[in-house]
């Protein structure tokens, strides 16, 4: 993944599948022109990469000369082309070929055929390194075409994002969704991870999804996801790992414009971590981190204790049944703090200390991911 400007691409095209395309182009173009000497013209700025590798593979004498327009402002086509250089060279009777780098909405292709419709040229042809078929909006025909990809925004190989990224050999593109930090937040009974979760929320704009919340909400509000968990655990089933998942989905959906996510009681498996990692995938994001809190067994059923005085919880009255609770925990969570740790995304913290030191702690891991 890069960043440019306040913008993260993934990579998208290699320099193999570039110089692959370039290739089939020049023979075929080497083979329709025959015996002309063909004057290849590129759209400065973008094109010069895609002139120079292509000319390289051109395997007969031909010319080369640019014009230079101006079209795109940052990420969007506009009708206004500017003409910033003109023909320099009196094309008369030859056999003209524009070498594009890309084909968007073809603006800047009419400014060409505004540019070429004087020009007395024995034939002018078209091919372009990229084509969007979904944004062209034109009727000039296109003679060749290297590859045909989504309407999406892409960067290098010649092609920029507000005046970088024409530089990388091969291209990127724009990030669906642009970056995230996603945590999965960890503790046992007792570590303090509801408090925390607050104010990480807070501080870094984040969405908390609790799984538990999840379920409460979509079944309370019989939603078709609710409905179908609910028919589980009514036949006292397991819910399927994709009814969750597709719950946490909709829930990232609603959030699309969240910096990020910290998930609060899922995965607690193995194969819901990898279906949590497939979703975020889907998403062109990822989880950053595990982040597990750690506090002593002791300190926790004193905790626990001392809450259930106060709250009422008969899970948190009575002290073997808390030890259980924290058992339980460290023999379910061991598999995913062993996912994590290959993947080197599990930071243990410690849950000892004051609300404020235990933040302090958090926020070190979060700033430096
Ligand atoms: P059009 O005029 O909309 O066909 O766009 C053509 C010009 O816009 C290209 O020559 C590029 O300079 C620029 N352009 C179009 N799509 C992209 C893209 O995805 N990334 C970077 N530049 C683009
Ligand atoms: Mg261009």
Aim: one cysteine or more.
């Amino acid at each position: 993944m890069i960043k440019l400007h306040d913008k993260y691409f993934k990579p998208f095209i290699s320099a193999q599948q570039i110089d692959q395309a370039l290739g089939q182009m020049a023979s075929e173009i080497a083979r329709d022109v025959g015996d002309e000497i063909p004057v290849f013209v590129g759209i400065l700025n973008g094109s010069f990469m895609v002139v120079s590798d292509f000319v390289k593979k051109y395997p007969k004498q031909c010319e080369v000369t640019f014009i230079k327009l101006a079209s795109y402002e940052g990420v969007k086509s506009t009708e206004d082309i500017e003409r910033l250089i003109g023909l320099t060279q009196d094309l008369t009777g030859r056999t003209v070929i524009i070498l594009e780098d890309i084909i968007d909405s073809g603006n800047t292709l009419a400014e060409v055929h505004r540019i070429f419709k004087n020009e007395k040229v024995k034939t002018l042809k078209i091919a372009t390194l990229f084509y969007k078929p979904e944004a062209y909006k034109k009727d000039f025909k296109l003679h060749y075409i290297g590859i045909e990809i989504p309407n999406k925004f892409i960067v290098g190989f010649g092609l920029d994002y507000d005046g970088l990224g024409r530089h990388l050999p091969e291209v990127y593109q724009i990030k669906e969704t642009q970056h995230m930090t996603n945590l999965v937040l960890f503790g046992p009974p007792g570590a303090g991870k509801g408090t925390q979760a607050e104010f990480l929320k807070e501080k870094y704009n984040l969405v908390h999804i609790s799984t538990g919340d999840v379920f409460r909400y979509n079944i309370k509000n019989e939603t078709a996801l609710g409905m179908l968990a609910k028919s589980y655990m009514d036949k006292g089933a397991l819910v399927p790992d994709q009814v969750t998942i597709d719950m946490l989905n909709a829930e990232v959906e609603k959030n699309a414009d969240a910096n990020g996510f910290i998930f609060d009681g899922f995965p607690r498996t193995n194969a819901q971590a990898k279906a949590l990692d497939e979703l975020m995938d889907s998403k062109d994001s990822q989880i950053n981190a595990m982040i597990a809190l750690e506090v002593d067994d002791e300190i926790l059923v004193e905790r626990l204790l001392k809450r259930g005085k106060t709250s009422g919880r008969p899970d948190d009255a009575d002290a073997s049944i808390i030890r259980n609770r924290i058992t339980e925990y460290y023999n379910k969570t061991a598999i995913l703090k062993d996912y994590y740790t290959a993947q080197d995304k599990y930071y243990g913290v410690d849950g000892v200390g004051s609300i404020e030191d235990i933040t302090g702690r958090l926020s070190a891991i979060i700033d430096a991911l």
